[in-house]
């Protein structure tokens, strides 16, 4: 079945640093989806990207879409502490609409 | 809008015992979803269900039944329930997918259920 590669599993960065989280899969994915999960809380819907290539930005984050749509990354600019949390990505391939997530990348800022 | 409700927040069960999650939305949305997390093995899909008298099995069925009777309820079975069974629950909700592109899921605030 489709399976959905997260890595690192965990990063630990300073505040002020940058983060980036990979999500790769081992079939060609028709969209991926972000989600964020503060200590304690759910996950909560970051973005969507469908198109090959397609980069999208949110502030300090930056989402990227790879050319094959088999990979994506989120990337934060200058971490701050309420980045903290474990970021997931969700992809969907093939005739399936349901997502599959990944394991997640928890970050953890040090101020 | 309330969005997904999930109760109860906190279980504690004995070994061989049943229990029911509930999970509610009222977002008219046809796909529906229970999730498990588990420490650094991110979010396992237990069933899900594509609109009312419709349910499937996700990734991690066993030892878990569901029903969806109506649009807004997706209750959660456990029978017998097992340690392994420990975990945190959460429930979701979404539109149905359009074309390549998905609605984003909406989570309910999480079961956190120990077997013991």
């Known amino acids: 079945g489709q399976q959905v590669m997260q890595i690192p599993q965990y990063q630990h960065v300073q505040e002020g640093e940058d983060f980036t989280t990979y999500c790769n899969s081992s079939?060609?994915?028709?969209?991926i989806q972000w989600y964020k999960q503060r200590p304690g809380g759910h996950p909560v819907f970051l973005i969507q990207?469908?198109?090959?290539?397609e980069v999208k930005k949110q502030k300090r984050l930056t989402f990227q879409f790879g050319e094959a749509k088999k990979n994506s990354s989120l990337h934060i600019t200058a971490t701050q502490t309420t980045d903290v949390g474990t970021y997931f990505c969700?992809?969907?391939?093939?005739?399936?609409?349901?997502?599959?997530f990944g394991r997640g990348t928890s970050l953890i800022v040090h101020p | 809008n309330a969005g997904v409700t999930q109760t109860p927040k906190f279980r504690i069960l004995k070994i061989g015992q049943s229990m029911t999650l509930q999970c509610t939305q009222d977002?008219?949305?046809?796909?529906m979803y229970w999730y498990r997390q588990d420490p650094g093995m991110g979010l396992k899909l237990i069933y899900y269900?594509?609109?009312?008298?419709?349910?499937d099995k996700g990734e991690v069925p066993n030892g878990y039944n569901v029903s969806r009777s109506t649009t807004e309820d997706f209750p959660l079975r456990l029978e017998l329930a097992a340690p392994s069974q420990t975990s945190v629950y959460f429930c979701?909700?979404?539109?149905?997918?359009?074309?390549?592109?998905?609605?984003?899921?909406?989570f309910g605030s999480g079961t956190q259920l120990s077997v013991l």
């Open positions: 990207l469908v198109k090959s290539g």
């Open positions: 979701a909700s979404s539109s149905k997918p359009q074309g390549f592109t998905n609605e984003k899921l909406f």
């Open positions: 969700a992809g969907r391939s093939g005739g399936s609409y349901i997502p599959t």
């Open positions: 269900s594509v609109g009312a008298g419709i349910t």
């Open positions: 079939t060609t994915l028709s969209n």
């Open positions: 977002m008219n949305h046809n796909y």
